[in-house]
């Protein structure tokens, strides 16, 4: 088949949807597939080096900075048009959107050209999120608009990929009537088997015996880091010695460092920013005694079951997606969304050798439910019955 991808977002912005864009796409690639992807220029020399190692083809548009969320871009209109007069020469089979913006309108226009089907992935709980970014308006108005918003632009599309059940329950509380089809992104598990957590410590002066919990995540409101944060303060007492490592970057993060000052907690918390996916992003997981987690807005909650494969005992909320990913999983403690009891389960957790090494253990096991080798042939499945059925039905 040839497929065209369309997002607003891709590496080098790190998030969920750029890697469940990479995940998909490689692994369709690998099935013998034509993947296009369009995406935004964030004219970084790394960006032109890792496209032409993505194994799939990776079409760039001019960009600009959005003035209320500097990380993003939004594509040039001018640049715009022309790539679509561009795409339309080309046949495909299925056009997948991810983003909701300028790449949403792109696929409707062409889907209406040239008849082909649309799909669109369901990544953010945008109702949870809105009001972060548009914090002047009342979040009654904010979480409305997002709600009207969503359902404009899902029924404008043959049908919605969803992450998780908790995220098509959402989707009908908000009228939704377009056909859905739950698809968690996987991860590839070859590359989710190394990670040297020793050689983390070490580079970083971090004593092996040193008690540590990591986070994994995107530094912005939403993800609750704030939260984990009082997490630490709380054990502090019963653990001096306790480190919390974050690794990611965002626009929270200079209000979590000034929360790091309040409380006190200097020498317990590092920032490490973002690192590689394929080596010190590893280790840093592999260096956490406990994967800690309490995002409450999550469609799926990727980093979870990359914390499973790679073997690192969990404690986390299980809210929206996040209780999907946890459903069943014996390498995870699941904490009430309360400070108090997140605390406990994390002492819990750290008092005790054997737990850790049974959680441990039973992650890659968890872990191998979400590889992406399955997940990428019901995605193929899909497209294959969006073509069938355009097929059988002409465009008018």
């Given at each position: ?22 995940t998909f796409a490689q692994g369709l690639a690998r099935m013998g597939h034509a993947v296009t992807l369009v995406a935004p220029d964030y004219g970084t020399d790394q960006q032109s080096a890792d496209d032409g190692n ?7 548009l001019p960009s600009r900075e959005i003035f209320f969320d500097p990380e993003d871009r939004l594509i040039k209109g001018r640049d715009l048009a022309r790539a679509e007069s561009a795409l339309r020469e080309r046949e ?235 459903r069943d999983a014996r390498s995870a403690l699941v904490a009430d969304p309360d400070v108090e009891d997140f605390a406990r389960n994390v002492a819990r957790l750290l008092r005790s050798p054997e737990l850790r090494a ?39």
């Amino acid at each position: 088949m040839n497929i065209l991808m369309l997002s607003d977002v891709y590496f080098p912005r790190i998030n969920g949807v750029s890697t469940s864009i990479r995940t998909f796409a490689q692994g369709l690639a690998r099935m013998g597939h034509a993947v296009t992807l369009v995406a935004p220029d964030y004219g970084t020399d790394q960006q032109s080096a890792d496209d032409g190692n993505e194994g799939f083809e990776i079409l760039r548009l001019p960009s600009r900075e959005i003035f209320f969320d500097p990380e993003d871009r939004l594509i040039k209109g001018r640049d715009l048009a022309r790539a679509e007069s561009a795409l339309r020469e080309r046949e495909w089979d299925v056009i997948h959107i991810h983003t909701p913006f300028r790449a949403h309108s792109l696929g409707v226009r062409l889907a209406r050209h040239g008849g082909w089907p649309t799909v669109e992935t369901y990544h953010t709980y945008f109702e949870e999120y809105v009001g972060h970014y548009l914090p002047w308006l009342p979040t009654p108005l904010t979480r409305l608009l997002a709600r009207r918003a969503s359902r404009y632009l899902c029924h404008g599309v043959d049908e919605l990929i969803v992450p998780s059940r908790q995220m098509v329950e959402v989707l009908d509380r908000y009228g939704v009537t377009t056909p859905s089809t739950v698809i968690p992104t996987g991860i590839d598990l070859e590359q989710f088997r190394n990670g040297d957590g020793a050689r983390f410590r070490a580079a970083h002066g971090i004593s092996p015996e040193r008690p540590t919990l990591v986070t994994v995540s995107r530094l912005s409101l939403e993800k609750n880091i704030g939260f984990l944060l009082q997490v630490v303060h709380k054990l502090v007492a019963a653990f001096p010695d306790l480190l919390f490592l974050i690794a990611g970057e965002g626009p929270d993060e200079p209000r979590l460092r000034r929360v790091v000052q309040e409380l006190g907690l200097q020498g317990h918390v590092r920032f490490f920013g973002n690192l590689d996916r394929r080596t010190t992003l590893l280790d840093a997981y592999r260096a956490g005694d406990a994967f800690v987690f309490a995002s409450p807005t999550e469609t799926q909650g990727l980093v979870l079951i990359e914390a499973m494969a790679l073997g690192v005992p969990i404690v986390s909320t299980a809210v929206m997606g996040t209780a999907t990913v946890l459903r069943d999983a014996r390498s995870a403690l699941v904490a009430d969304p309360d400070v108090e009891d997140f605390a406990r389960n994390v002492a819990r957790l750290l008092r005790s050798p054997e737990l850790r090494a049974q959680l441990a253990a039973a992650g890659p096991e968890d872990a191998r439910a979400w590889g992406s080798e399955g997940m990428g042939r019901r995605l193929e499945a899909l497209y294959a019955r969006l073509a069938q059925r355009h097929e059988l039905v002409p465009a008018t």
